[in-house]
């Protein structure tokens, strides 16, 4: 089975910019969230997907938002970009539809470096 | 702001020793997970221990838990190079869909 795939691997924008990043789960899984890790803040969460609906929302200003197409394929937008939202940004997938059924682990992919001068 | 903190936050071991971190966190929890990430890429998960659960070995990894004191340790016995990352506790809480990171450990181990 292929892994979470995250695309691209690597983007440089400048402030202002807007940025979309993309995230494959792996195949059968229906759940996605994303995190953004930072030095000084580490590892932050975003938001969580499932089936389309977005299920929990993490601390962040409304300039950062997700969608989950019905393939589970997910995206994140961040509009206006400012400096400090130089991250890696993670997307991770799981199987379960929620919790308590067994072994909610998260299967993460490599991440997108995003850089914004 | 993360749920926990982890202590110590690096570490530098020869191969062949154990290393040990902990973990603490603030809140009730369903269960606290350890994961691994090497130099800048995603996280890979080790092992899950539930709240009712004080103990778990897998591997050369063994987890503890104490739900009493809120705190969580890894150990990795007889370590080699390849363990050289950062250790992440990670903890969820019910209804929650999402987990919440500790700052991790920095484990180096030297040959």
């Known amino acids: 089975k292929a892994g979470v795939t995250q695309t691209p691997r690597y983007l440089i924008k400048t402030r202002g910019q807007q940025v979309t990043l993309s995230c494959s789960p792996i195949?059968?899984?229906?759940?996605v969230s994303w995190y953004q890790q930072t030095p000084g803040q580490g590892l932050q969460f975003l938001f969580e997907?499932?089936?389309?609906?977005?299920?929990n929302k993490g601390n962040f200003p409304g300039r950062f938002s997700g969608r989950q197409f019905s393939n589970s394929r997910s995206e994140m937008n961040v509009s206006t970009l400012e400096l400090g939202d130089s991250a890696l940004y993670l997307c991770?997938?799981?199987?379960?539809?929620?919790?308590?059924?067994?072994?909610?682990?998260?299967?993460f992919g490599s991440g997108t470096q995003l850089s914004v001068l | 702001s993360q749920q926990g903190e982890e202590d110590p936050q690096a570490l530098s071991i020869q191969e062949g020793e154990n290393a040990t971190m902990n973990c603490s966190y603030k809140?009730?929890?369903?269960?606290l997970q350890w994961y691994r990430q090497n130099s800048g890429r995603g996280l890979v998960h080790l092992i899950l221990?539930?709240?009712?659960?004080r103990e778990k070995h897998s591997g050369r990894l063994r987890v503890t838990l104490d739900t009493s004191k809120k705190s969580s340790s890894l150990l990795i016995t007889a370590s080699r190079a390849a363990d050289t990352a950062s250790y992440f506790c990670?903890?969820?809480?019910?209804?929650?869909?999402?987990?919440?990171f500790g700052a991790g450990t920095t484990v180096t181990v030297r040959a």
């Open positions: 991770a997938s799981s199987s379960l539809p929620r919790q308590g059924l067994g072994d909610e682990k998260l299967f």
């Open positions: 195949s059968g899984h229906r759940s």
């Open positions: 997907y499932f089936s389309e609906t977005q299920r």
């Open positions: 809140t009730s929890i369903n269960n």
């Open positions: 221990i539930r709240s009712n659960e």
């Open positions: 990670a903890t969820d809480a019910w209804g929650d869909y999402k987990l919440s």
